[in-house]
Each structure stands twice: as structure tokens, then as C-alpha cells.
């Protein structure tokens, strides 16, 4: 016998998730989610990172750049209780509240919410941060690495023309092109240098690392020598 859970009624104009700006230092040491109040009077709030993303450049969102130089996005949930059969209970520490907008159509997709304060739960978005400080630069010098300086950012001195080892994993080879010493290529693997693993979020990833091949004699960039990007001698 199959045990069917009633379907409960959706409201068209309750808001179960929302986007909004956080400064980055009330979120750096949260480990990418937490919990905090939000209290708004009516307003837009986006509904999707993308909108979120372009509303926060508009004359709209100037106050909120102004809270600080450093901001970050953060999806906001207000997933309603639904009890199940792996919880029949609605755990203590869940969060929801009674969030409504007001049906009205809005330029950037989002919604007109009424007013509410409510104690939730947010994930940092860890792709959009947001910088408003700017600077002033006298000058700006750009050069070419010289070898010593290539060296000591090397990691790996690349000897075999071989990518990976003939093992069942096909692990990459040792001073190969793919060495793991130039960094992490899965969540499961540390790196060989810093010993940190691909993350999606940048601070707790490994950024990869440079490699060097030697050459046996100097080959100069033809673009450095004066030439023209066309036709090149080096090219057939």
C-alpha cells in the first residue's frame, strides 16, 4: 500500500526565497550560511541572483551601497513547514515566516513585499561580491617575468611529455603537464603544494600554481622583438 501525503495549497503571492546584500565582514567567518532578522517595510526584494545583480547597481540600491565598500549577496529561504513521514514534526530550530507581496509587476523580476520582520536563515552567494571603493593611481608599470623571477613562482619543472599515469584512476604523472603539484582539478583531491582542494568558494580553494618548462636555447617572443601580429615568420 502507497501512503499518499495531502498536497497543501500553494499561495500565489507568499515569498518563500529572496536575494539580498550583506557587508562581507558580518559574513566572512559564518562558513557560507547563518541566520539573522530582516525587517523590511515595503519594497522590491530580487527573486533570482542574476536580478539581485543588476538591481544592486540602480539609483534604488544607492543606500545599501553605502553601508559598506565590501558587499556580498545572499539568498534569503522561507521554506513553509510541510510535515513528512522522515519528520512529522516541525523541528525547533526551522525558520519560516508569513512573507507576502503584493502581486504587482515588477521591471526587474522580483517581488513588492509587504512589510514583515522575521528571523531566517541565509546562504552566501559566493560568486557575487560586490566592491564600491575605488582608487586613485598615479602610474601603472608593466614588464615581462625574467627567469629567475619565472623560477621561483614555479611550482613544477614539466620533464614528461605524459599526462597521466597507466593506472585504473589515470592519476596525472609526476613533472607532467597535469602535475598535481600545479593544483587540484576535483573536491577530492588536495593539491600537491598547498594541500587545499577544488571549492567553489575561492577563499578555501586551491588558486593553482605555476609550472616552468626549461628550453635548451632561448626563444624570444616574436611581438617583443618589433615584429607585426601579421603575417609572423613563425607562422607557415
Known amino acids: 500500500m502507497v501512503i499518499v501525503e495531502p498536497e497543501m495549497d500553494v499561495d500565489p503571492l507568499a515569498v518563500t526565497s529572496f536575494f539580498w546584500f550583506l557587508p562581507y565582514a558580518e559574513v566572512k567567518d559564518l562558513g557560507g550560511q547563518g541566520e539573522r532578522v530582516f525587517s523590511f517595510e515595503q519594497r522590491f526584494l530580487p527573486a533570482?541572483?542574476?536580478?539581485?545583480?543588476?538591481?544592486?547597481?540602480?539609483?534604488?540600491?544607492?543606500?545599501?551601497?553605502?553601508?559598506?565598500?565590501?558587499?556580498?549577496?545572499?539568498?534569503?529561504?522561507?521554506?513553509?513547514?510541510?510535515?513528512?513521514?522522515?519528520?512529522?514534526?516541525?523541528?525547533?530550530?526551522?525558520?519560516?515566516?508569513?512573507?507576502?507581496?503584493?502581486?504587482?509587476?515588477?521591471?526587474?523580476?522580483?517581488?513588492?513585499?509587504?512589510?514583515?520582520?522575521?528571523?531566517l536563515k541565509f546562504y552566501v552567494q559566493s560568486y557575487f561580491s560586490f566592491f564600491t571603493k575605488t582608487h586613485d593611481w598615479d602610474s601603472l608599470t608593466m614588464g615581462v617575468l625574467g627567469p629567475q623571477e619565472a623560477l621561483q613562482m614555479s611550482a613544477v619543472k614539466v620533464t614528461d611529455p605524459e599526462v597521466?599515469?597507466?593506472?585504473?584512476?589515470?592519476?596525472?604523472?609526476?613533472?607532467?603537464?597535469?602535475?598535481?603539484?600545479?593544483?587540484?582539478?576535483?573536491?577530492?583531491?588536495?593539491?600537491?603544494?598547498?594541500?587545499?582542494?577544488?571549492?567553489?568558494?575561492?577563499?578555501?580553494?586551491?588558486?593553482?600554481?605555476?609550472?616552468?618548462?626549461?628550453?635548451?636555447?632561448p626563444v624570444p617572443n616574436y611581438l617583443y622583438l618589433g615584429g607585426a601580429r601579421s603575417p609572423s615568420p613563425l607562422l607557415p
Open 48 to 119: 533570482d541572483k542574476w536580478s539581485a545583480a543588476e538591481w544592486y547597481y540602480s539609483d534604488e540600491a544607492a543606500g545599501l551601497r553605502a553601508q559598506s565598500d565590501h558587499m556580498v549577496m545572499i539568498q534569503v529561504v522561507n521554506k513553509p513547514f510541510v510535515p513528512s513521514e522522515r519528520k512529522p514534526e516541525r523541528p525547533e530550530d526551522w525558520l519560516d515566516a508569513d512573507i507576502r507581496h503584493t502581486g504587482e509587476k515588477t521591471e526587474i523580476p522580483g517581488y513588492i513585499v509587504e512589510p514583515f520582520t522575521a528571523e
Open 164 to 217: 597521466y599515469n597507466e593506472d585504473a584512476e589515470r592519476t596525472p604523472r609526476r613533472n607532467g603537464p597535469e602535475d598535481i603539484r600545479m593544483g587540484s582539478y576535483d573536491k577530492e583531491t588536495p593539491c600537491g603544494t598547498c594541500g587545499k582542494s577544488w571549492r567553489n568558494n575561492f577563499e578555501r580553494s586551491c588558486p593553482g600554481h605555476f609550472g616552468h618548462i626549461s628550453l635548451e636555447v
